[in-house]
């Protein structure tokens, strides 16, 4: 059974939960908490589903490579991957090993150790600012290429995500997925209608 998380209360949730496809797990994922073993922890508002081999806009979509790799493995774990030259983007690897599929995670609502995500975005004007991008809160979360390939249903790894009993929202419409040049006709996107840490409405 998979452990209570140490730094933020609720339940870790399992393998199975990731077990399925992106375009199912990714609108569940709204609402759980992406936590960190330092205190940091942020509700998850905002994600896209990236779908291998189907996807013309996945990374793996042309198979697997030396930099998506993680991609192709275990569900549950954390693909993180560097773009632009400058930014880090995480996902949770979904679906079953071998199929290249995942949920990017692209925004937070900062809930705990918010002081040490202002030290780590110091050009963040207003809290909102802390997580509501992809590349924001790799940063607010001190997440970088050494969190690629960790497993996210192990506390030891440094990061989960729990289920605090605050329920996914009902009924959350698909839209375009944000940044990609192929597959934008897929509505794949998913957020948390009203709340503004969302980077896009």
């Not at 375009?23 to 759980?32: A, C, E, Q, S, Y």
């Not at 896209?48 to 030396?66: L, N, Q, S, V, W």
């Not at 400058?86 to 809930?111: F, K, Q, Y």
């Amino acid at each position: 059974m998979p452990r209570s998380s140490t730094r933020w209360p609720g339940r870790i949730l399992p393998r199975e939960f990731f077990q399925r496809d992106p375009r199912i797990v990714g609108p569940l994922l709204l609402n759980k908490v992406l936590a960190c073993a330092d205190g940091r922890a942020g509700r998850i508002v905002e994600v896209e589903a990236y779908c291998g081999a189907i996807d013309p806009a996945a990374h793996t979509y042309r198979g697997k490579t030396a930099r998506n790799a993680v991609m192709f493995g275990p569900p549950g774990h954390m693909y993180v991957y560097f773009t632009y030259g400058m930014h880090w983007c995480c996902n949770t690897v979904c679906g079953e090993d071998g199929e290249g599929s995942g949920v990017l995670i692209r925004a937070l609502e900062p809930i705990a150790g918010i002081e040490h995500m202002r030290e780590a975005r110091p050009k963040a004007k207003k809290d909102r600012e802390l997580c509501s991008g992809p590349a924001r809160l790799t940063q607010a979360l001190g997440i970088t290429g050494a969190q690629n390939g960790i497993d996210l249903v192990r506390a030891r790894d440094g990061y989960t995500v729990v289920d605090d009993g605050t329920p996914a929202p009902e009924n959350v419409p698909g839209s375009a997925r944000i940044g990609i040049r192929e597959g934008t006709d897929l509505l794949w996107r998913w957020y948390v209608a009203g709340n503004t840490h969302v980077s896009r409405a």
